[in-house]
C-alpha cells in the first residue's frame, strides 16, 4: 500500500498523535518514515512605530534549539514504537510549503499531519495549513485529530 510516509509535527499536542498514529500504520505497512517539523520565515511584529524582530543569529539560534527539541521527542517515539525513521528540520518554509516540498523531495507517498497546530490568532487569519496541504498535495494525506 504506501511504502514512505511523512509525517509532519510541529510539537503540539495533535501532531504528537498524528506521530504516534503515522508510526504505528508505517510499522504495520513496513514502510520507509520520514519525520519533520518546519520552521517559518523569520518575521517581525510591529507595533505603531515601534518594530520587534530577534536578530536573525537569535532566530536561528531559537528555532535550531526547539527543532531539535521536537525531533528528539520524534526519536523517542519512534524508538517506542520499533521504527526507524529519518528525521528533518525544515527551515525558512511556510509550514505548508514545507511539507509538500519534503514529501516530494523525498518521494512520500502519504503525507501524516495533524489537523492543526500552534498557529492560534495566525490559523484565524492566515488559514489552515493542513487545509492547505490538503488541496496542493499530489498524494493521500491523512489528517489525524
Known amino acids: 500500500m504506501y511504502k514512505n510516509i511523512l509525517i509532519a509535527t510541529d510539537g503540539s499536542e495533535i501532531a504528537r498523535k498524528a506521530l504516534h498514529d503515522g508510526l504505528a ?46 525531533l528528539a521527542e520524534v526519536d523517542e517515539a519512534a524508538e517506542a514504537a520499533g521504527v526507524q525513521c529519518r528525521t528533518a528540520h525544515v527551515r525558512d518554509r511556510f509550514p505548508a510549503d514545507g511539507i509538500l516540498e519534503a514529501a516530494e523531495e523525498a518521494g512520500c507517498d502519504l503525507i501524516v499531519m495533524g489537523s492543526h497546530g500552534r498557529r492560534g490568532i495566525a490559523k484565524l487569519l492566515l488559514g489552515s495549513q493542513a487545509t492547505e496541504v490538503l488541496t496542493r498535495a499530489k498524494v493521500p494525506v491523512l489528517i489525524c485529530r
Open 25 to 70: 500504520l508505517a510499522r504495520a505497512l513496513a514502510a520507509n518514515v520520514t519525520v519533520i517539523t518546519v520552521t517559518e520565515p523569520r518575521s517581525e511584529a510591529v507595533l505603531g512605530e515601534m518594530v520587534f524582530a530577534p536578530t536573525v543569529e537569535d532566530f536561528e539560534r531559537i528555532c535550531a534549539k526547539e527543532a531539535a527539541r521536537i
